[in-house]
């Protein structure tokens, strides 16, 4: 694959049918359990209560993605998942989406946007924290795997 330019400039689109063999193979690339299947981001896709977003740069049409997904009646939105591709990491994809994801959920009038993230994914926390999330608690054995997860939160202005 081409390298990307530290300067390319990240654009956040929503996901398109088009997108799911990528969608799925950094899914497959990136989580080893808790993992959305072919049919999950296929239904999400035409989901109301969903929203995937992908990164894409210059001639890059896919760098990344991030799923949020939104529920009737509550103004606090879920990022479910975040991904870059291993070789454009350290790049800010991971960080536009996220802002995409908090603009997404301004846009549908949520107050706060949540996560869960494992408790050793230094990088993962350490993106989160750089955009102004808190730790707003811990789940014991949140993952499939058994692992646990801590809870972090922006309040969206
Ligand atoms: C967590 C993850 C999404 C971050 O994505 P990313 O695209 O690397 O994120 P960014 O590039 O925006 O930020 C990462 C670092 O690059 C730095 N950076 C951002 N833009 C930069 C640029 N243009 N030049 C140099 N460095 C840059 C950031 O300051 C940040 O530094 P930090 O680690 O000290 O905070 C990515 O590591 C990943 O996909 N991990 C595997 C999946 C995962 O664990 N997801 C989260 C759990 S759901």
């Known amino acids: 694959m081409t390298p990307m330019p530290a300067t390319a400039a990240v654009r956040v689109r929503r996901a398109e ?89 301004r846009r549908r009038r949520c107050h706060a946007l949540r996560l869960e993230v494992r408790t050793d994914n230094h990088s993962a926390i350490r993106l989160y924290e750089r955009l102004g999330y808190h730790c707003v608690g811990e789940h014991k054995g949140f993952y499939e795997d058994g692992s646990d997860a801590w809870r972090y939160e922006k309040i969206l202005r």
Not at 47 to 73: M, P
């Open 17 to 105: 049918l088009s997108d799911l063999d990528d969608l799925v193979a950094l899914e497959e690339q990136s989580f080893t359990s808790d993992r959305l299947s072919r049919a999950q981001f296929r239904r999400h896709l035409d989901s109301e209560s969903a929203q995937v977003l992908v990164a894409s740069a210059n001639h890059r049409r896919f760098l990344g993605t991030a799923v949020v997904f939104f529920r009737k009646g509550s103004q606090r939105a879920r990022l479910y998942s975040i991904a870059t591709h291993a070789e454009a990491r350290g790049k800010g994809v991971g960080s536009a989406l996220l802002e995409a994801a908090e603009h997404e959920a």
